[in-house]
């Protein structure tokens, strides 16, 4: 074999270990995206949050999540307390270098949100009241990476609202086509740290659902409109 052609098989044989060297670099990314997500929304929440099919192409900057999953607390009916059908941010890309990660677009499809009311629970009421009582102490919260990000477009938005009393429940449902969270990130704040933005999103999206329907919802509710 002349020298010329062992130097070609050579050079392809480095290009396909680099190749795949990369595009295990590549998988590992997205779960170690995936495990960040899923840990610091499910501290934020106090319950179980699952990603499912997270792909962050960071040539682009985009990151795209096929269906996300928040748990209800425990002893509620309802299978979960909201899921998303999908979710895609697109990010400034040197900001991913920095202390402040801006984010361009953020938008969510096809949301499923269950409210659900039994005797004196509520399990949005809890959530909040999580949120309320487990903010990150400053000294963490200065250490973590925090993202800025002006306001989320939401395409649908399903609510079921379930008022459960001792023998029977009552039920209630309502969508809106297209919600725009504004000024998620506060004008004065240097970002929010990805717990802080779990629950804004949350608690956002069911005080604009609950707002929209205020006239419609039943009394026992009204009061969940003030505390989000």
């Given at each position: 074999?002349?020298?010329?052609?062992?130097?070609?098989?050579?050079?392809?044989?480095?290009?396909?270990?680099?190749?795949?060297?990369?595009?295990?670099?590549?998988?590992?990314?997205?779960?170690?995206?995936?495990?960040?997500?899923?840990?610091?929304?499910?501290?934020?929440?106090?319950?179980?949050?699952?990603?499912?099919?997270?792909?962050?192409?960071?040539?682009?900057?985009?990151?795209?999540?096929?269906?996300?999953?928040?748990?209800?607390?425990?002893?509620?009916?309802?299978?979960?307390?909201?899921?998303?059908?999908?979710?895609?941010?697109?990010?400034?890309?040197?900001?991913?270098?920095?202390?402040?990660?801006?984010?361009?677009?953020?938008?969510?499809?096809?949301?499923?949100?269950?409210i659900e009311q039994k005797l004196n629970r509520n399990n949005m009421a809890e959530i909040a009241s999580f949120?309320?009582?487990?903010?990150?102490?400053?000294?963490?919260?200065?250490?973590?990476?925090?993202?800025?990000?002006?306001?989320?477009?939401?395409?649908?938005?399903?609510?079921?609202?379930?008022?459960?009393?001792?023998?029977n429940a009552n039920t209630w449902n309502f969508a809106v086509n297209n919600i725009t969270l504004r000024e998620?990130?506060?004008?004065?704040?240097?970002?929010?740290?990805?717990?802080?933005?779990?629950?804004?999103?949350?608690?956002?999206?069911?005080?604009?659902?609950?707002?929209?329907?205020?006239?419609?919802?039943?009394?026992?509710?009204?009061?969940?409109i003030e505390l989000l």
């Open positions: 074999m002349s020298k010329s052609r062992r130097l070609q098989r050579i050079s392809i044989a480095i290009f396909l270990v680099a190749i795949a060297v990369l595009g295990t670099l590549w998988l590992s990314l997205d779960r170690l995206v995936t495990t960040s997500i899923e840990g610091e929304a499910s501290k934020a929440l106090g319950v179980n949050v699952k990603v499912e099919n997270l792909k962050l192409n960071p040539f682009n900057s985009q990151l795209a999540i096929a269906k996300l999953t928040i748990d209800n607390p425990p002893d509620f009916a309802t299978g979960y307390l909201m899921e998303f059908d999908r979710l895609e941010l697109k990010l400034q890309p040197l900001s991913l270098l920095g202390e402040n990660v801006k984010i361009d677009d953020f938008a969510l499809e096809r949301v499923d949100l269950h949120l309320q009582k487990n903010q990150p102490p400053p000294e963490q919260r200065d250490r973590e990476q925090k993202f800025q990000v002006n306001q989320v477009a939401i395409d649908r938005v399903m609510a079921t609202i379930t008022v459960s009393y001792v023998l998620v990130t506060p004008a004065n704040a240097s970002g929010l740290v990805l717990r802080e933005l779990s629950g804004k999103l949350v608690l956002g999206i069911a005080n604009a659902i609950l707002k929209t329907n205020r006239d419609k919802i039943p009394p026992i509710l009204q009061p969940l």
